[in-house]
């Protein structure tokens, strides 16, 4: 289901522009408005359709093998921390599902400089960043027995 | 230069330069940090690192973890898990590697804040199966992107890498990038001690199932441009395993994936008549591989040869056996969300043709090819392994350092090590991280090539001036008899991959004349590669996704034609080899591309074993 955009509802902001993976939400010159250029370059990944503000961006099954009459539109709310999604068939049935997106307030996350510097033996260790800690193991990183490799077909 | 004489050249200084901002690179820029405090750390992407790469619409499950917490599995385990799956041809030491340090990432994932589903009963992680857990990963990508912005000095987002830069004074070391913004036109030259490149795996190699409007619906994201290997190919690193192609048994047009159906939901595949196949075809298989036919679980290859000899013989449709399970909510709202979480086409073609597998056994395909590193599936760059325990013939200097000085690989880029998904592609990706900080503390700096600098930007911008020149020529239209357009080029190399390499339309067939005649029109290909012509910046970068993805198909072709036995049954076959020959192919497979006389080195690498 590549992309399209309904020409009433788009204003032009170019959010789809800059989030497209694919580099094919571009905007249209004469009508300022955006458009999908390349859909056989789409994945239907929705990262356009959930980022638009006006939910101006619909998906429309590929005329390859999707008949028309279905639809599957979302609403991703950060500050609710939801995704929701509307399926509706061909045949006009509906399903409905609801998803939580993340843990904790958006943009929380801490820098690795914020945690205290390793210390120059750490550099040389096989350990990375938080490492044994963050493993909740006891008696630190595992370690291969270099004895243990055995050439050829076992 | 027409309308692009106003191009600037922008000059960018690094201390790590990472290529590629998916999950391997979003790991690299944070381990760079964490190690490098005084660094600069910068990644360069051509998306928007927030939803770029193989996990831009999200994924539900983490299919990478061990759970050493509760000694549900153990590094070992893990090793000899993916080594089975592989028919035993696994960098261990690389796998060992993942094993150990992956529960670190997904721990600190869920500190971030990414919803791990929980069992009820014990608290722990909820299992999809013995290595996978389940997510809501809606936000995966805009998660882990959170924690690379944070670590990075600075991140560039629209900016296609096209080169790796030698060091002026050191030819055998990488010295930083170049490439152009896909929005400005500028051309871009970043500098750097080391650079790490996480730029993905490679669909569109060959021919993909769905034509015309379909064609992005593949399954490897239609953005996955063989960057990865077409940038280290270029400069002469080493790679390996690059015919270990993997083919996908998932449901049919939208390439929704089968994991959770099967571990989770316990679903099951029967013919088309209601009957077990698998059974049928052990006594086949086992004439062509021998006793990896007995192995648990059995090889992802084996169990797509048993489909595809299934449908060989008229057996098919193949289905999955839903209905029974989705009588339970539960379990039919997890099969729904599985796919709105991260495969959202597949949900919209069963709407289109009012599929409820409540109500209907949905059918399974395979799909084409991909060439990729961190599924089941190993092709990429030869690395160097783990200083503490890595077989010397692995070890050459710092861990995930390919055959050039100073550039690491991670994620589908690093070459022996399957099964490492997003969880292992973001650790290895910190592995090669500290490991690069380690690198650079060791050496000087490094110094650019200014003419090669030069001679790169007519190079990289010669698309558009073919499409300038050359469309004077014509009334209008997409017919030129001078250029050809990057979609033009794209389509004739799956055809050829297709025909020629054991895609699809040749049931995934070759043999050595096959690949042969492949490899007469790819040389054909590649001198029409000098005449592609791009009308604007985004065809221009197709033009270079295409030059990547070709030379990475070329590659395949040369360790398809190196390696004299069917290996992997079920992935390809070479007919003129069609067993498994332990013998002499218990090994990797290696190349090495000379960019200067266009001619490949092939050899064989040993394979280390970790036995009890
Ligand atoms: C449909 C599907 C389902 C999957 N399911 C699961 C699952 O359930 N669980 C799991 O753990 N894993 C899953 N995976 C696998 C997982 O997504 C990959 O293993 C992982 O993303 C690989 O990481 P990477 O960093 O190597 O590549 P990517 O994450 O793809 O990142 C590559 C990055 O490089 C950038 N890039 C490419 N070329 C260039 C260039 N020339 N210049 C600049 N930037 C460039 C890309 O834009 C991208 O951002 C799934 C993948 C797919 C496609
Ligand atoms: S669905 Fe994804 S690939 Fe398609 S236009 Fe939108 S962002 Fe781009
Ligand atoms: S994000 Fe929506 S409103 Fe903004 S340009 Fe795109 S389609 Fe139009």
């Known amino acids: 289901m590549p992309t399209f955009v309904y020409m009433t509802r788009c204003d032009g902001c170019g959010h789809c522009v800059d989030i497209c993976p694919s580099d094919i939400m571009h905007i249209d010159k004469t009508y300022r408005r955006a458009y ?32 028309l009459g279905h639809s599957v539109r979302v609403l991703r ?14 045949d006009g049935r509906e399903k409905n599902f609801e998803s939580p997106i993340r843990t904790t307030p958006w943009g929380t996350i801490k820098s690795p400089q914020d945690y205290s510097a390793p210390s120059d033996a750490d550099y040389k260790s096989q350990e990375l960043a938080h490492e044994p800690d963050a493993l909740n193991i006891e008696g630190g990183l595992p370690v291969a027995d270099p004895n243990k490799f055995k050439q050829g077909a076992v | ?118 069992d009820p009963d014990t608290g722990r992680y909820l299992r999809e199966g013995k290595w996978q857990i389940m997510i809501h990963g809606e936000s995966y990508k805009p998660i882990v992107a959170e924690a690379a912005r944070k670590a990075a000095t600075e991140v560039y987002n629209r900016i296609m890498v096209t080169h790796l830069l030698m060091d002026k004074r050191d030819p055998k070391r990488v010295a930083g990038a170049a490439g152009f913004n896909v929005r400005t036109g500028d051309y871009y030259v970043f500098k750097a001690k080391a650079v790490i490149v996480a730029a ?23 953005w996955s441009s063989a960057s990865a290997y077409g940038l280290p190919i270029q400069i002469g690193a080493k790679m ?100 709105l979480g991260m495969t959202i086409g597949q949900a ?67 070459g022996g090590t399957p099964h490492k998904f997003s969880s292992g592609s973001f650790t290895e990706g910190r592995i090669a991280g500290k490991a690069a900080i380690n690198y650079m503390d060791d050496m000087d700096d490094t110094q650019l090539d200014e003419a090669e600098i030069q001679r790169l930007e007519e190079e990289i911008f010669q698309p558009m001036e073919n499409y300038d020149v050359g469309r004077n020529e014509i009334v209008a239209g997409t017919v ?9 080029a794209l389509q004739r190399l799956e055809k050829l991959m297709d025909e020629y390499c054991g895609g699809i339309s040749a049931n995934y067939m070759t043999n050595e004349p096959t690949l042969n005649r492949g490899l007469e029109l790819m040389d054909m290909l590649k001198e029409d590669s000098d005449h592609i012509g791009a009308e604007d910046l985004h065809r221009l970068q197709r033009a270079w996704e295409f030059k990547h993805r070709r030379l990475a198909s070329e590659s395949v072709m040369q360790h398809t034609l190196f390696r004299k036995e069917t290996r992997w049954p079920g992935y ?41």
Request: charged share 25%; aromatic share 12%.
């Open chain 2, 572 to 612: 390809y076959y070479r007919g003129d080899h069609m067993n498994l020959n332990d013998d002499d192919w218990h090994c990797f497979t290696l190349s090495q591309y000379d960019a200067e006389s266009g001619k490949w080195a092939m050899e064989k690498a040993p394979v280390y074993h970790i036995v009890d």
């Open chain 2, 200 to 222: 993905g795996g490679a669909s569109h190699i060959f021919k993909p199932r769905s034509v015309g409007e379909g064609m992005g619906r593949t399954w490897y994201a239609p």
């Open chain 1, 77 to 90: 709310e950060e500050e609710k921390g939801t995704v929701s999604w509307k399926i509706k068939f061909r």
């Open chain 2, 1 to 118: 230069m027409g309308l692009f004489g106003g191009r600037k050249t922008i000059r960018v200084d690094s201390d790590v330069l990472v290529v590629g901002g998916g999950m391997a690179g979003c790991g690299a820029a944070y381990e760079s940090r964490f190690w490098g405090r005084d660094k600069k750390v910068v990644v360069v992407e051509k998306a928007n690192i927030e939803r770029s790469g193989a996990v831009a619409q999200g994924l539900y499950a983490i299919n990478c973890y061990m759970g050493m917490q509760w000694n549900e599995n153990q590094p070992e385990d893990f090793v000899k898990y993916a080594s089975n799956d592989l028919m035993g041809l696994v960098r261990e030491d690389l796998a060992y590697d993942i094993g150990r340090h992956v529960d670190s990432t997904v721990h600190k994932f869920e500190e971030w804040g990414l919803p791990i589903m929980k």
């Open chain 2, 348 to 414: 919209v073609v069963w709407a289109s043709q009012n599929i409820d597998p409540k109500e209907t056994n949905p059918e399974l395909t395979t799909s084409e090819p991909y060439v990729m590193g961190s599924h089941a599936t190993c092709s990429g760059a030869w690395a160097s392994g783990p200083e503490d325990y890595a077989p010397s013939e692995y070890k050459w200097g710092y861990n995930r350092m390919m055959t050039v000085n100073g550039l690491f690989g991670a994620g589908d880029a690093s």
């Open chain 1, 36 to 67: 999908n250029i390349e859909p056989n370059m789409c994945w239907e990944c929705y990262s356009c359709v959930k980022a638009c503000p006006q939910n101006a961006i619909d998906c429309r099954g590929y005329a390859d093998f999707a008949p």
């Open chain 2, 480 to 488: 030129s008899p001078s250029y050809i357009l990057p979609i033009h």
């Open chain 2, 240 to 339: 390996t395993q690059m015919e270990n192609r993997i083919v996908l048994t998932r449901f049919k047009d939208g390439y929704g994936p089968v994991g959770a159906y099967f571990l989770h939901l316990k679903t099951y595949t029967q013919n088309a008549y209601g009957e077990e196949y698998e059974s049928k075809w052990y006594e086949n298989t086992k004439e062509l591989v021998g006793d990896y036919i007995d192995r648990h679980p059995v090889p992802t290859c084996l169990r797509n040869h048993a489909f595809l000899k299934e449908v060989a013989n008229g057996g098919g449709p193949i289905r999955m056996v839903t209905k029974e399970a989705f009588q339970d909510p539960h379990k039919e709202q997890v099969g729904w969300e599985n796919f």
